[in-house]
């Protein structure tokens, strides 16, 4: 127990102090709608480009199951009903360009049901990548589209109640981000403070001072307004871990997609969500006056179990203070520099200063979209509230392919049935897999391979010898090894075994 607290009290303090930054200058940076538009715009390439290359390792991994499917009737037939079902949940259509092959790997000659797995496994991962993508440049051109129209609202004519609310939400709603951003960043400079001086000074702790109201009152030291004030602080301290579990590239490959959240990507953040609650909350008690927090039940129960040792004791006081060094990286934009000297960054710092040719870039691909997408933008612009419906051709709704037929029902429960064909990510590599895939390789191989011609036409010169053919020369069937010794020896019998022999 004090081993894991230890591990996850490194990764949420370093999360921590990289969140208590980056939340409160998003708010105040992104205030202004030119400066928010300007920075969508100049995130714009970047998401673009991921999701072409999203599109494009589905492209390529439907184009296997494609390949698949002309081709299945090398396959064995349990496996072809699995290949169908792969086929029914692609988009592609069947007539393809041969082109389009060419930079495909072409499936192996022998399809195993280990070879279909791993490309089940692929096609569901490239569809919730290509979904992930979409999602985001459908939700950055329609956020894109509505800040355009309020840059323009006041070249146009609109009606009063539009009036009304583009004072909203150019005056409004941005002093009311500054205000936020303020207050946080206050409170951060709260929780840095309070992480330093806890331990060598408790009554110095701007967190104990703002829980505890009454140390010396007879019906507790903590009544409702401090609990509440704690449910607070605890809610801002995992919230700025969180909130930098987005932005960490390590974990890029894993996000939340609305409505179509990939489930292992599900289960990750939830476990992000278990594993760094509790060290933050026993963290939070340990900025508490020690003769209040070590009377909690929270603390009788996980810190007898954390405090085993003084070297855990000590690092549980004193490693917190470590919290400064993600602060300073990312107040001073440490990662940025760090990513120019040797070429790569930890964590995406989205509120860098963009380039004067990025956001240029960006604002192309945005207006090109809009313009295929047809009047998206006067949608936009007719109600400053509502959101831009995402553009057709790349909807977010993937899960239907362009390829549609009548039976609607057989495709969905085909598809539901390749579902329950994936298998867990974990492969069984015992002995009897081991075994059973060679076996399946070796039976396929020799099912599927065609005789040369140079060894038919030497066949087709030989004569098999009377003892090989079971019968005379003339064809007639002979009494076998029945009559004699070594026939029967070798299990063979007057006519039922034909002359064939028995191991």
């Known amino acids: 127990m004090a081993m894991a607290y230890a591990y996850g009290l490194v990764l949420a303090i370093y999360l921590m102090g990289h969140g208590l930054v980056a939340i ?12 928010r538009l300007k920075r969508l715009q100049s995130h714009a390439p970047g998401i673009h480009e991921k999701l072409d290359e999203a599109i494009e390792d589905l492209h390529k991994v439907e184009t ?14 349990d496996l072809q009903e699995w290949v169908e079902e792969l086929y029914d949940m692609s988009s592609l259509p069947e007539s393809r360009p041969a082109a389009t092959y060419a930079s495909v790997p072409a499936p192996p000659p022998v399809v195993t049901e ?3 797995a791993e490309l089940s496994r692929k096609v569901k991962r490239a569809r919730h990548k290509r979904a992930r993508f979409t999602g985001e440049w459908n939700h950055l051109v329609r956020q894109a589209a509505r800040f355009q129209s309020l840059i323009d609202f006041p070249s146009s004519q609109r009606p009063k109640a ?7 939400q150019v005056h409004v709603l941005p002093t009311l ?6 207050f946080l960043a206050c409170a951060s400079v709260g929780l840095l403070w309070s992480e330093v001086v806890h331990e060598m000074g408790p009554k110095l702790s701007l967190v104990g001072m703002s829980v505890v109201h009454h140390p010396s009152s007879s019906r507790g030291q903590i009544g409702f307004a401090g609990q509440m004030i704690s449910a607070a602080w605890l809610l801002y301290m995992c919230a700025a871990a969180l909130y930098s579990v987005t932005e960490v590239k390590v974990w890029g490959n894993r996000a939340l997609v609305r409505r179509q959240t990939y489930a292992e990507s599900a289960c990750w953040y939830s476990l992000q969500v278990a594993k760094l609650t509790v060290p933050l909350s026993f963290n939070f008690i340990t900025m508490i006056d020690p003769t209040i927090s ?23 006081a004193y490693f917190p203070i470590v919290v400064l060094i993600p602060v300073v990286a990312t107040l001073f934009n440490l990662y940025g520099k760090v990513k120019n000297v040797i070429g790569f960054g930890v964590i995406e710092d989205e509120h860098d200063e963009p380039g004067a040719g990025t956001w240029r870039e960006g604002r192309i691909l945005i207006e090109r979209e809009l313009q295929a997408d047809g009047s998206q933008l006067n949608l936009a612009s007719s109600s400053l509230l509502s959101s ?24 969905a429960s085909a598809a539901r049935r390749a579902a329950a064909r994936m298998p867990e990510e974990d492969e ?25 011609a140079w060894l038919r036409e030497i066949g087709e010169g030989i004569k098999k010898p009377r003892w090989m053919s079971g019968g005379n020369d003339d064809g007639a069937p002979s009494s076998g090894y029945g009559g004699n010794f070594f026939g029967k020896l070798f299990g063979g019998s007057s006519s039922s075994d034909n002359g064939n022999i028995r191991l």
């Open 24 to 35: 409160p200058r998003r708010l105040i940076r992104d205030a202004s709608v030119s400066a």
């Open 294 to 316: 070590e009377g909690t039940t929270f603390y009788s129960f996980l810190g007898r179990l954390i405090n085993l040792t003084p070297v855990i004791g000590n690092f549980s």
């Open 114 to 116: 280990r070879y279909l």
């Open 162 to 168: 539009a009036s009304m609310r583009y004072h909203v």
């Open 177 to 182: 981000r500054v205000v936020a951003g303020v």
């Open 428 to 452: 069984d590599t015992s002995e009897r897999a081991f075994f059973q895939d060679v076996g399946q390789r070796m039976r396929n191989t020799f099912d599927t391979v065609e005789t040369p």
């Open 388 to 411: 831009a419906e995402p553009s057709p051709r790349h909807s977010a709704d993937l899960n239907r392919p362009r390829r549609m037929n009548n039976n609607n029902n057989n495709r």
């Open 64 to 77: 296997q199951v494609l390949q698949l499917r002309q081709r299945k009737n090398t396959i064995p037939k």
